[in-house]
């Protein structure tokens, strides 16, 4: 036996696994990569079977109908996508697991994992991503930093590759990273997407002390450096996997929208960020501070005095300290007298002059932003002293969204929206109650911000009264529009059919008129009650074709045979129309007269026109009567014979040879389409045209039911109201006002034109205090890079 037939298998190339030999991870690191996986991704599934109910919490509360459906959107793209990102978070776990131990040869070095202070100019949606995941993480390497470098120690004592806290596969930065790349498939807007980042963060981060004690301990059991010792995670009351499953708790984590819902330690977060910014420009995008030698710093409590001393004040100087300097100028004199009681300069503390710069940058934004109405500007400056003594109080006013005082600006702002200065009648409801909600604040607010929970009730009651009845009246804008354009498209068929039967041709006045005036309204009936396919409608237009045959000359028997049967039904049918479209009985009375008078007048034409029976010829003088003849009767047929009998029945007036028929009845000739108008309307002037492709149209086509807009109507006048429909049938824009009162319409065109001469301008809904912080902030970081 030969081998030539034998394969030996140790000829056989080797198929290389995807990790090398020498890139294989040791048992002890294997068992931890395992372990890990398995408690992460249990603490994934709690992130998304708690990620419905809080979505669900957050689009109760929505203040509006697109944020309210941006909840469900994104509630319906987590499920869909639930199974990739969790694919995608583990497969990023096993994948920074399996390079530990390989050389990278010629790779560029990895840049390190987003942070606040890394970050350079960028748009704001990924600027907040980047604080949300900084802080995120600064968060935990604040708690679990020990734990973390002893876990990093050992991974370094397995594995030939240099590994830190931020490069290590379960360390915050690393996770926070593979988190955030395998949701990238989630189309949800940046709000939704910090929440979601907030589930991440409760459910998976706020265990991470945990894991990092178990894997210590794994690694100490298998003789990796015993000899760090770790303290003991801590467990606080609460934090059980059943309690973090739970509605209340998963609605409560995220209803503030930002880093400090359930820690004293968060709820600081935003406002250090600030802080932090503000450190950064201070001296060069901003003045730097200068204290006077020996100053004295002043408490929070004294502050908080002499702010209740000025805001005691305000009433009587509405506005004085509307800006930034009118309020420090303030201060300042009362600081100075301070300073001389005590005889040392007395300033206000860092802490507490960060907080009035960042409240009065907030002012700064809220009084210049064009959405504010202007005539409200005034009243809602006022509010600065007590937003200022709030802030000073509660540094979460800076990151809880859901903070009394900021809510009270927000409704306040929202309710603003569509305030318009020149209708006095509006001045007795929203700015009086705005107006006294400032006085209160500026009458009761010294200490105590539970004043702030109850404005808001009260507010939101009576803004709650004032949508439920703008709600009803804007319904019933939008089904009086849809009436409206059902009516519009039954005029434009009329409008057809008349047209078709009547341009170009020569009738007699009365019937165009008739047609014109009268019967439309029963063809406008017909098609409004039983559509433009009915045969009530069919049977209307059939009508209308044999009155304007029946007007019409014919010379053949057959015709006038037909016209003879046609003249009675035709009347009837004319006449039962006319009554169910409630046609004025006087004015339908002088329609059959003259109708009469013409048909009776056609009727009298064939009468003469018909050849009357020849006799025979009288005899002729001739030699014999073989030379006689007769001359036979004119031969006529039945049809002529019925109509003779017809007209007879008739019993029309005898018309003598050479008598005159009566005079004709006066023509006209339909030159021009008819067009139907209501009462008191007027014909629309042709829109100017725009090719299909202009840009205005994009714009006009980003205009959402709801949307507020501005039109500038001419210099002086502005125009706030809100898109309530768009009626499809006539292509109509419907905008109503803030008590929901139809208040404007245009067509597509129409609106193009306004955005083509810059006489439209959206109205940003966002709420007015997010929009400002994300104002300052990006300003701030502008000041940073300069």
């Not at 009065?360 to 109405?373: V, Y």
């Not at 603003?416 to 400032?438: F, K, N, T």
């Not at 500026?442 to 703008?470: C, H, K, Q, W, Y």
């Not at 003088?621 to 009998?645: F, G, I, M, N, W």
């Amino acid at each position: 036996m030969t081998d030539a037939n034998v394969v030996r298998l140790n000829k056989v190339a080797p198929v290389h696994p995807p990790i090398s030999p020498v890139g294989r991870l040791p048992v002890a690191l294997t068992q931890v990569r395992d372990k890990a996986a398995a408690q992460l991704k249990q603490a994934l599934q709690g992130l998304f079977d708690n990620a419905d109910d809080s979505l669900f919490e957050m689009a109760d509360r929505a203040v509006s109908n697109a944020e309210q459906n941006a909840f469900f959107e994104a509630m319906r793209d987590l499920r869909l996508k639930r199974k990739n990102i969790e694919r995608g978070f583990l497969q990023k776990i096993f994948e920074s697991f399996a390079v530990l131990n390989q050389y990278e040869i010629g790779k560029p070095p990895q840049l390190d994992a987003v942070s606040f202070e890394g970050l350079s100019l960028v748009q704001e949606d990924d600027l907040e991503e980047a604080v949300a995941l900084d802080g995120m993480i600064s968060k935990v390497l604040g708690r679990d930093s020990v734990a973390l470098g002893h876990l990093t120690a050992r991974l370094n004592a397995l594995v030939s590759k240099k590994i830190e806290d931020k490069t290590n596969p379960l360390g915050p930065r690393e996770l926070c990273a593979g988190f955030l790349d395998a949701c990238r498939s989630l189309g949800v807007e940046i709000k939704v997407k910090l929440i979601i980042f907030k589930l991440f963060e409760k459910y998976v981060l706020a265990d991470l002390d945990q894991l990092y004690a178990e894997v210590n301990q794994l690694l100490i059991t298998a003789g990796v450096l015993p000899e760090l010792q770790s303290a003991p995670p801590r467990r606080t009351p609460g934090r059980t996997a059943a309690t973090r499953g739970s509605r209340e708790a998963g609605a409560e984590a995220v209803m503030s929208g930002d880093a400090g819902s359930y820690s004293e330690e968060g709820m600081q977060e935003v406002f250090g960020v600030l802080q932090e910014l503000l450190a950064q420009v201070r001296g060069s995008g901003m003045p730097a501070r200068e204290l006077p030698a020996g100053a004295v710093p002043i408490s929070s409590n004294d502050l908080l005095r002499l702010l209740s001393h000025m805001q005691q004040r305000l009433p009587e100087q509405a506005g004085a300290v509307a800006d930034e300097n009118g309020l420090r100028d303030q201060l300042e004199q009362l600081l100075g007298r301070a300073s001389a009681k005590s005889g040392k300069a007395r300033v206000v503390g860092e802490v507490d002059e960060d907080v009035i710069n960042l409240v009065s940058m907030l002012f700064e934004f809220i009084l210049d932003d064009r959405t504010l109405p202007d005539s409200l500007k005034a009243l809602i400056a006022r509010l600065q002293i007590p937003m200022l003594k709030v802030a000073v109080l509660d540094k979460a006013f800076f990151s809880r969204g859901t903070h009394p005082a900021r809510r009270l600006l927000n409704e306040i702002a929202s309710a603003a929206m569509g305030w318009s200065g020149q209708d006095d009648e509006q001045r007795g409801s929203l700015y009086q109650r705005i107006e006294q909600v400032v006085q209160r604040l500026l009458n009761d607010f010294v200490d105590d911000p539970a004043i702030f929970s109850e404005l808001l009730t009260e507010f939101t009651a009576f803004t709650g009264d004032e949508r439920r009845r703008s709600d009803l009246l804007e319904q019933r804008t939008r089904d009086a529009e849809e009436g409206r354009a059902k009516s519009e498209m039954a005029r434009q068929q009329v409008e057809q059919a008349l047209n078709q039967r009547l341009l170009g041709k020569t009738l007699p006045e009365v019937v165009v008129r008739l047609l014109q005036e009268a019967w439309s309204k029963v063809l406008m009936l017909a098609c409004l009650k039983h559509g433009a396919e009915s045969a009530e409608w069919q049977a209307a237009l059939a009508t209308m074709d044999d009155l304007v045959w029946s007007v019409e000359p014919h010379e053949d028997a057959q015709a006038r045979m037909r016209l003879l049967e046609l003249v009675p039904g035709l009347l009837k049918a004319l006449r039962e129309g006319m009554a169910s479209a409630a046609v004025d009985p006087f004015v339908t009375g002088e329609y059959f007269a003259q109708l009469e008078a013409l048909h009776v007048q056609a009727f009298q034409r064939f009468k003469w026109s018909i050849p009357a029976p020849v006799q025979p010829i009288a005899e002729f003088a001739a030699e014999s009567e073989a030379e006689l003849q007769a001359v036979p009767a004119v031969e006529r047929d039945e049809t002529e014979l019925a109509v003779e009998q017809a007209l007879s029945a008739l019993d029309l007036p005898e018309l003598v040879e050479g008598e005159a028929l009566a005079e004709p009845a006066a023509m006209v000739e339909v030159m021009e389409e008819i067009v139907l108008l209501a009462p008191g309307e007027v014909r629309e002037q042709p829109e100017v045209q725009l090719v299909d492709d202009d840009e205005a149209f994009d714009q006009v086509d980003s205009l959402r039911v709801g949307s507020w807009v501005e039109f500038q109507e001419d210099e002086e006048h502005k125009l706030r109201c809100k898109l309530a429909a768009v009626i499809k049938p006539t292509g109509k824009f419907i905008f109503v006002n803030r008590t929901g009162m139809k208040v404007l319409e245009k067509t597509r065109t129409g609106l193009a034109v306004e955005f083509r001469r810059s006489a439209i301008r959206l109205l940003d809904d966002a709420l007015l205090f997010d929009r400002a912080l994300e104002s300052v902030i990006g300003n701030l970081r502008r000041l940073k890079g300069a």
